[in-house]
């Protein structure tokens, strides 16, 4: 079994107690948030177009958001281009403090710029911590006031249980989200900013001599499957907001709280052909639940996902020289060539040793 196995299964009523438990203790000072929100699975599968929920798991227990917390981040950014307050060619300077941010990072100095378009491509497909917070900088003034706006905006959209606390989703106790969340926000972001929403989609992004590559490993591997966004910390776990289209229809999935990539992957894929599997048969007038058909679900990302644990290398530098950038078959297939032309050379160097001697 594969998301039905997870132990998130609680009651409505359950999972609001711990909720109200742990957010208690926390302002008591009995424990602190990392200690109240331990890495746990949790799910949500929404139809992005009629808003009908068709999976939770824990919707509404406090998770980490990692860098999921930059798709609010985006989020607003695309509010400042829509109103016009911002330029997609604007600079966006980096400051002592954006440049100080973990990994990973994109790595400009104090005072050197990159316009709005490219700062939106490298925190949408690299996850750079510090073009995120120079872009919160830029919009809000500091970071601190940026943050004000993420959380005055999630109120707005209905995030109930969500507090933003920086715009990178760098470790803090304080940045909280849920399942449920996530998935309102991801559905704002495609229906309030549709044509900048194709950021999320972008596989690689060239900057200067290097390529990076996108950190969500789905795009490319799922009929339909365009964004949204990864993330990993020690205390949220593996996170993935996905959204795939297929036809006239477009699901979202939101994961939190996993394992390793392959798992969050895994269980994501899962979730949207389990969804986009019902929607079929709901058209033919059959009965079909998603928790019903994940048992026994065979999606592609079971078949193709490298069985490899990659760790938090997941939100960590990976920048790819164009040059040296090549699949690992290619790879392989030249490393075989050249030791056959080795082997070949190396024969041929010991005939000619052996004639001579004979000679």
Same mark, same amino acid.
């Given at each position: 079994?594969?998301?039905?196995?997870?132990?998130?299964?609680?009651?409505?009523?359950?999972?609001?107690?711990?909720?109200?438990?742990?957010?208690?203790?926390?302002?008591?000072?009995?424990?602190?948030?990392?200690?109240?929100?331990?890495?746990?699975?949790?799910?949500?599968?929404?139809?992005?177009?009629?808003?009908?929920?068709?999976?939770?798991?824990?919707?509404?227990?406090?998770?980490?958001?990692?860098?999921?917390?930059?798709?609010?981040?985006?989020?607003?950014?695309?509010?400042?281009?829509?109103?016009?307050?911002?330029?997609?060619?604007?600079?966006?300077?980096?400051?002592?403090?954006?440049?100080?941010?973990?990994?990973?990072?994109?790595?400009?100095?104090?005072?050197?710029?990159?316009?709005?378009?490219?700062?939106?491509?490298?925190?949408?497909?690299?996850?750079?911590?510090?073009?995120?917070?120079?872009?919160?900088?830029?919009?809000?003034?500091? *970071?601190?006031?940026?943050?004000?706006?993420?959380?005055?905006?999630?109120?707005?959209?209905?995030?109930?249980?969500?507090?933003?606390?920086?715009?990178?989703?760098?470790?803090?106790?304080?940045?909280?989200?849920?399942?449920?969340?996530?998935?309102?926000?991801?559905?704002?972001?495609?229906?309030? @900013?549709?044509?900048?929403?194709?950021?999320?989609?972008?596989?690689?992004?060239?900057?200067?001599?290097?390529?990076?590559?996108?950190?969500?490993?789905?795009?490319?591997?799922?009929?339909?499957?365009?964004?949204?966004?990864?993330?990993?910390?020690?205390?949220?776990?593996?996170?993935?907001?996905?959204?795939?289209?297929?036809?006239?229809?477009?699901?979202?999935?939101?994961?939190?709280?996993?394992?390793?990539?392959?798992?969050?992957?895994?269980?994501?894929?899962?979730?949207? *052909?389990?969804?986009?599997?019902?929607?079929?048969?709901?058209?033919?007038?059959?009965?079909?639940?998603?928790?019903?058909?994940?048992?026994?679900?065979?999606?592609?990302?079971?078949?193709?996902?490298?069985?490899?644990?990659?760790?938090?290398?997941?939100?960590?530098?990976?920048?790819?020289?164009?040059?040296?950038?090549?699949?690992?078959?290619? @790879?392989?297939?030249?490393?075989?060539?050249?030791?056959?032309?080795?082997?070949?050379?190396?024969?041929?160097?010991?005939?000619?040793?052996?004639?001579?001697?004979?000679?």
């Amino acid at each position: 079994m594969l998301l039905p196995t997870h132990p998130a299964h609680r009651s409505v009523s359950g999972a609001l107690a711990i909720w109200i438990a742990a957010t208690l203790a926390v302002l008591l000072g009995v424990i602190t948030p990392a200690q109240a929100i331990k890495p746990r699975y949790a799910a949500f599968l929404v139809d992005a177009n009629t808003r009908e929920t068709l999976y939770t798991n824990a919707p509404d227990e406090p998770r980490h958001p990692a860098s999921l917390t930059k798709m609010m981040t985006l989020y607003l950014t695309f509010d400042a281009l829509e109103s016009g307050r911002i330029k997609i060619s604007d600079p966006v300077f980096v400051s002592r403090h954006a440049a100080a941010q973990q990994p990973s990072r994109l790595g400009l100095a104090v005072g050197q710029s990159i316009s709005v378009d490219n700062a939106i491509s490298v925190v949408a497909v690299k996850s750079a911590n510090d073009i995120a917070v120079a872009l919160a900088e830029k919009l809000g003034g500091s *970071e601190p006031a940026f943050v004000d706006m993420m959380n005055a905006k999630a109120r707005m959209l209905g995030m109930r249980n969500t507090h933003y606390a920086n715009a990178s989703g760098l470790t803090d106790s304080t940045n909280v989200t849920t399942a449920r969340d996530l998935a309102i926000l991801s559905v704002a972001l495609i229906h309030d @900013h549709p044509r900048f929403y194709r950021y999320f989609g972008e596989r690689n992004f060239v900057w200067q001599r290097s390529t990076l590559i996108n950190h969500n490993h789905l795009l490319g591997k799922m009929v339909g499957l365009d964004g949204i966004k990864t993330g990993y910390t020690v205390d949220s776990g593996f996170t993935l907001a996905a959204s795939a289209e297929r036809g006239d229809r477009r699901l979202i999935a939101v994961v939190l709280g996993e394992p390793s990539i392959v798992v969050r992957n895994r269980d994501a894929a899962a979730l949207l *052909e389990a969804g986009f599997s019902v929607l079929d048969r709901r058209a033919v007038g059959q009965v079909a639940t998603v928790a019903a058909m994940l048992p026994t679900l065979d999606h592609p990302a079971l078949r193709i996902e490298p069985p490899v644990e990659q760790g938090a290398a997941d939100d960590s530098d990976r920048r790819v020289s164009p040059r040296h950038h090549a699949a690992p078959a290619r @790879h392989a297939r030249a490393t075989k060539a050249k030791a056959r032309t080795k082997a070949k050379h190396e024969s041929a160097t010991h005939r000619k040793a052996t004639h001579r001697h004979r000679r």
